[in-house]
C-alpha cells in the first residue's frame, strides 16, 4: 500500500474523530454492544466500548467492500473501526 496515501487516511480520521459523537448503545446481531460513532447523524465507525475519543489512536487501515476503514485503538488494543 502506497505510504503516503495511508499516512493522507489516518489525518483524515483523526480529523473525523474531532468531530464525531458516540451514540447510545446498541446490540449487533451477535448480542454484543457497540457505539456507532457519528458525524451529522452518519454512522461513520463504531465502536466496542464508550471510550473517550481523544483517547483513541489510529491503526491500521483496511480496505472492504464498503471502502477504506482504520482500526481504531485504545492503549494498543482494538477499539473499533472508522470508515473514510
Known amino acids: 500500500m502506497d505510504e503516503k496515501r495511508s499516512e493522507n487516511h489516518k489525518e483524515e480520521a483523526r ?13 449487533n446481531p451477535n448480542n454484543k454492544t457497540r457505539y ?34 482504520v482500526e481504531l485503538l485504545d492503549d494498543n488494543k482494538h477499539a473499533g473501526f472508522l470508515w473514510v
Open 15 to 27: 480529523e473525523m474523530l474531532t468531530k464525531a459523537t458516540v451514540s447510545e448503545p446498541w446490540k
Open 36 to 69: 456507532a460513532l457519528m458525524i451529522d447523524g452518519e454512522v461513520i465507525g463504531y465502536l466496542r466500548k464508550n471510550i473517550e475519543l481523544s483517547k483513541l489512536s489510529i491503526g491500521k487501515e483496511y480496505k472492504t467492500w464498503r471502502g477504506k476503514k
